[in-house]
Nanobody
Framework: QVQLVESGGGLVQAGGSLRLSCAAS????????MGWFRQAPGKEREFVAA????????RYADSVKGRFTISRDNAKNTVYLQMNSLLPEDTAVYYC???????????????WGQGTQVTVSS
């Protein structure tokens, strides 16, 4: 059974940091690119960051470049999103997704997690 379980969300003040984790099981994690997406209330889900299966290539949305860093540990079947200099507009539910390649950035992942809430107060 495929599972993606996000954790690490919470409430933080603007300027603070959080690290999200997404633990994968039920598929060959090291063969999949992974992506992070977010959805704010009343808005469509949007791409945040993605990483290739090896970790050698990454992609970021312009809104998070220089503030967020995606990484992965294939030995632990886990992908991370380090979020620094958080802004109130980063408030959203954050989801991880898996797909065979970096086209995961399009939002059509094969597998999705349930999401973790990130709230940034001003």
């Amino acid at each position: 059974q495929v599972q993606l379980v996000e954790s690490g969300g919470g409430l933080v003040q603007a300027g603070g940091s959080l690290r999200l984790s997404c633990a994968a099981s039920g598929f060959t994690f090291s063969s999949y690119a992974m992506g992070w997406f977010r959805q704010a209330p009343g808005k469509e889900r949007e791409f945040v960051a993605a990483i290739s299966w090896s970790g050698g290539r990454t992609r970021y949305a312009d809104s998070v470049k220089g503030r967020f860093t995606i990484s992965r540990d294939n030995a632990k079947n886990t992908v991370y999103l380090q979020m620094n200099s958080l802004l109130p507009e980063d408030t959203a539910v954050y989801y991880c997704a898996a797909k065979e390649d970096l086209t995961v950035v399009a939002g059509d992942g094969n597998y999705w997690g349930q999401g973790t809430q990130v709230t940034v107060s001003s």
